[in-house]
Every structure is written in structure tokens, then in C-alpha cells.
């Protein structure tokens, strides 16, 4: 994908949401592990960036956007309640903004993380810078 319309026009695209996700005790204690931090039987607040990273990896693949090309410039979370053992969420990525600067394509988005009932548990917000030119 180059500096052109098409990067413009992924602005208000939705994408698929991704496959259940059953939040375990096994899969928490990995997550913290992986992470380095300590597991005390909450779920960390960056949990959902699990979710989080499948939908962007759809939304790339869709998008036909290179991962080599993609620097992550920023993440945040915005909680409407905790994430629970037990939850089975699901994760939609939006395409909330475009614009760019030197070559390079700024790319906001925003994971809407629901649970089975539809309820927003979450929202994770990322920019990713994609790198222009030649490969």
C-alpha cells in the first residue's frame, strides 16, 4: 500500500471481529508471565491487547498493508469494566484517522473488546506509523 486515496479511504472502515476468545487462568498466567508481570489472579490491564493484535493482524491482511512496514506508535486501553476470567470477548478494529507526513501513512484505529452479550468490556486505541518507499 502506497501514500495515495486508498490509505485515505480506510478511514471509517470496520473489519471483521475476530474469533471468541475465552479468557482462562492458563492463558492469563502466560500473558503475565510473558510480560514479566506478576499474577495474583486479576487479569492485567493490557490483557486485551491479545484481541487487540488479532484484529490488526486481519485488518493488515485485508488491508494488504506489509508488517515489515508498520512501526506501533502508540497504545492505549479505556475500560468500562474489568477483564474476568471466564470472559469470552471478541475484538472489531476501526480505522479512525489517516494522514500523512514524510512518506509515511499515520494510521489511528480503535478495538472495540466485547464480551458474548455484545457489552463493550473495553476499547484499545493504536497509531501505527507505515514506512513508505520502496522495499
Known sequence: MSNDASVADLVGREFPPTDPYLVSEDRVAEFAAATGTPYAGSVPATFPIVLAMDAMQRFLAVAGIDLFRI???????????????????????EVV????????????????ITDA?????????ATLVHRGGAA
Do not use: K, M, W
Open 71 to 93: 512501526v506501533h506508535g502508540d497504545q492505549r486501553f479505556e475500560y468500562a469494566r474489568p477483564v474476568r476470567i471466564g470472559d469470552r470477548l471478541t475484538a472489531a478494529l
Open 97 to 112: 484517522s489517516v494522514r500523512s507526513i514524510g512518506g509515511n501513512d499515520i494510521i489511528g484505529t480503535r478495538s472495540a
Open 117 to 125: 452479550d455484545g457489552v463493550e468490556v473495553c476499547a484499545t486505541s
